[in-house]
C-alpha cells in the first residue's frame, strides 16, 4: 500500500510537486505557500506555463509541467502537476478525494510525490491524500511478465500542511477504510480457481488480527441447522459451501466480550462461481460470474474497516459461501428445498440461486442476533442492470428510515444507491402450485421480486408487536465491478458497499 504521511511544508528536491489549486479572480489562480515558492525559485516559471497551458483551477482541470530550472540551478521536482478544486469555497470531502484519485496517472512515474496542500483544510488534505490511495489499488498477483513502463513507481506521497497533526487524526480511520476497501477488491479480484468457499472463508481469518470474531461453519453444521436452501445450492460443486459469521464487539468492550446491545447486521451472498447450474448462463461472459461473491466480499472489507478504525458498535457479518455448478447431483429446475425459515421454496430456474442463500443466511442472523438491522448485499439480478445501468445500486427496504440513511451515506462517498418500489402486487409473482412460493416471479420487475423474496424471510422483531426488523437489500450488481477507470475507483473490482456501509454507521450506529 502506498505510504502515506503528513509533513511541514518544503520544497521537494526531486519526483513531483502536486498544486491543488482553487479558481482565481478572473480565471487566474492564485498561488501561495510552496506554489507562490517555486514560482518565485523558477523566475515566474509556473505561473507563466499555468497560463499558457490554459491552466484556470477549474474541478477537474490538471496542468503539467516538466523539469522547472531552479535560480542558481538548485535541485528542484521532475515535474509540477496543478489540479483543478473548482471555486473557492465549494471544496467538498468527496470532490478532493476526486482530485486526489485524478493526481495519480500523473505522478504514478515518480518515486515521490510532495503535495502542496497548505490552502486545504486538515479534512480536505487527508480526503486528497485518500483518493490518490484508493487510486492506487493494483491487483498484480498473476502478472509475470509487465513492461518496465507499465510498472507502478509511486511508493511515498508527502501532504505537506501547517495542520499535519490535524490532518493525520482524520487520515488515521480513513487509511483503515481504504484498508477494507483493497480487501475487498482483492478478494474479487481472485480467479474462481484460488477462491473457493473454503479459500474465502480462510481468509476471513484474517480479521482475528483485528479483533474480529470469526466462526466457520461446514455441510455438517449447516445440515443440522437445517438450511435446505443454500445446501440445495451448493449440492451440484464438488467444492464444499461454507458459512463464515465474524462478529466485532466495538460497543462492548473488545474481542470476546458479550455484545451489550443488539448488533447492527451485514450478510453478503457469496456465489464464488455462478454457472447458473443446471439453468445454465451463456458461455459468453461466463467468466465474469467470479464477481458474484462480492457482496460477500463488501461485508468482509466492511468488517476489516470498522475493526480496523476501532468503530464503537457491535457488528455482525454474515457471508454464505458456494459453487453454484451443473453436476448429476446439481439442484435440479422443478425442485423444492426446506429453508431453515420451515418456508418451502419451488426452484424455477436455478441461475435464481443467491436469493436462495440469503434467505437461510438471514433467517440465520436473525434467529441468533436479533440484530436492530439487517442489510444485504448481492449481486442478485441482471434486472437492476437494466433498470440502473452502472452508475446506482438498487435499493430495497421495509424502513424508510434506514433506506434514508442508505441513500445519505451513498451520496457522501459517491457510492449512491436509488430506491426501487416494492408491493403486494409484485410479491405475488411469486406464488407456487406446490410449494410455499417459488424462487423466481417471471422477466417483469426481475430484481423487485427477488427482494420479495429475500423479505420473507426477515422476520419479526422479538415481542408481542411483531415489528418487521429494519432491513435493505442493496443489489449490487451493476456496481460491483467497473470496466474503465474512475477518479477513485480503477478498472476491476469496485468494493462498492464498503464506504457506503462505514458511513452509515459512523454517522448514525456508533457511541
Known amino acids: 500500500m502506498l505510504d502515506i504521511a503528513f509533513v511541514k511544508p518544503a520544497l521537494p528536491r526531486s519526483g513531483a510537486l502536486v498544486l491543488p489549486l482553487a479558481e482565481g479572480a ?9 506554489a507562490q515558492a517555486i514560482d518565485a525559485a523558477s523566475g515566474g ?20 509541467l516538466w523539469a522547472p530550472a531552479l535560480e542558481g540551478g538548485a535541485a528542484g521536482p521532475a515535474r509540477v502537476v496543478a489540479i483543478g478544486l473548482g471555486k473557492p469555497g465549494e471544496l467538498t470531502p468527496e470532490a478532493a478525494e476526486a482530485a486526489g484519485g485524478g493526481t495519480l496517472p500523473l505522478v504514478g512515474a515518480e518515486r515521490e510525490a510532495v503535495v502542496a496542500a497548505e490552502a486545504l483544510a486538515a479534512p480536505h488534505a487527508a480526503a486528497f491524500a485518500f483518493g490518490l490511495l484508493l ?13 518496465e513502463e507499465d510498472k507502478p513507481k509511486l511508493e511515498r506521497v508527502a501532504v505537506a500542511t501547517d495542520a499535519a497533526t490535524a490532518a493525520k487524526t482524520a487520515w488515521a ?21 484460488i477462491l473457493d468457499p473454503e479459500e474465502m472463508a480462510e481468509r476471513c481469518k484474517v480479521l482475528e488480527k483485528l479483533g474480529v470474531d470469526v466462526e466457520v461453519l461446514g455441510p455438517k453444521e449447516m445440515r443440522k441447522l437445517g438450511m435446505g436452501a443454500l445446501l440445495g445450492v451448493a449440492q451440484g460443486s464438488v467444492k464444499e459451501p461454507r458459512l463464515v459469521v465474524m462478529q466485532w464487539h466495538g460497543a462492548g468492550g473488545g474481542k470476546g466480550k458479550k455484545a451489550t446491545t443488539s448488533p447492527v447486521a451485514f450478510i453478503g451472498k457469496g456465489v464464488t462461481f455462478d454457472t ?55 439442484q435440479r429446475p422443478g425442485d423444492v428445498v426446506r429453508t431453515m425459515s420451515g418456508q418451502t421454496v419451488e426452484v424455477i430456474n436455478t441461475d435464481a440461486e443467491g436469493r436462495l ?18 442489510i444485504d448485499l448481492a ?29 445519505a451515506a451513498g451520496k457522501a462517498v459517491g457510492e449512491q444507491v436509488w430506491r426501487m418500489p416494492m408491493g403486494e402486487a409484485y410479491d405475488k409473482a411469486l406464488k ?75 454517522d448514525h450506529y456508533e457511541g
Open 379 to 407: 449481486t442478485l439480478t441482471g434486472a437492476i442492470i437494466v433498470s440502473l445501468g452502472h452508475e446506482h445500486a438498487g435499493l430495497f427496504s421495509n424502513d424508510d428510515t434506514l433506506a434514508q440513511q442508505l441513500a
Open 276 to 330: 447458473g447450474g443446471i439453468s445454465i448462463k451463456p458461455a459468453g461472459g461466463m467468466e465474469d460470474m467470479k464477481w458474484d461473491m462480492a457482496g460477500a466480499g463488501a461485508v468482509v472489507g466492511l468488517m476489516a474497516a470498522l475493526a480496523g478504525r476501532k468503530a464503537k458498535v457491535d457488528v455482525v457479518g454474515l457471508v454464505g459461501l458456494t459453487e453454484n455448478m451443473p453436476s448429476g447431483a446439481a
Open 26 to 34: 478572473e480565471g487566474v489562480p492564485a498561488l501561495a505557500g510552496l
Open 432 to 506: 407456487s402450485d406446490i410449494a410455499d412460493m417459488k424462487n423466481v416471479g417471471g422477466r417483469p420487475g426481475g430484481s423487485i421480486t427477488a427482494a420479495h423474496f429475500i423479505q420473507r424471510f426477515v422476520g419479526t422483531k422479538a415481542g408481542p408487536m411483531q415489528t418487521p426488523i429494519p432491513w435493505a437489500h442493496l443489489d449490487i450488481a451493476g456496481t460491483a465491478w467497473s470496466s474503465k477507470d474512475l477518479p477513485t475507483v480503477p478498472k476491476g473490482a469496485t468494493a462498492f458497499g464498503v464506504r457506503l456501509l462505514d458511513r452509515l454507521v459512523a
Open 173 to 193: 480511520p480513513m487509511r483503515a477504510v481504504a484498508e477494507g476497501v483493497f480487501l475487498s477488491r482483492d478478494l474479487v479480484s481472485e480467479p474462481p480457481n
Open 135 to 147: 487510486r492506487s489499488y493494483r491487483f498484480d498477483r498473476y502478472r509475470t511478465t509487465v513492461k
Open 357 to 374: 442463500v440469503l434467505a437461510d443466511v438471514i433467517h440465520y442472523c436473525r434467529e441468533r442476533f436479533e440484530p436492530r438491522f439487517m
Open 45 to 64: 516559471a509556473i505561473a507563466r506555463g499555468l497560463a499558457a497551458a490554459g491552466f484556470k483551477g477549474r474541478k477537474g482541470q490538471s496542468a503539467t
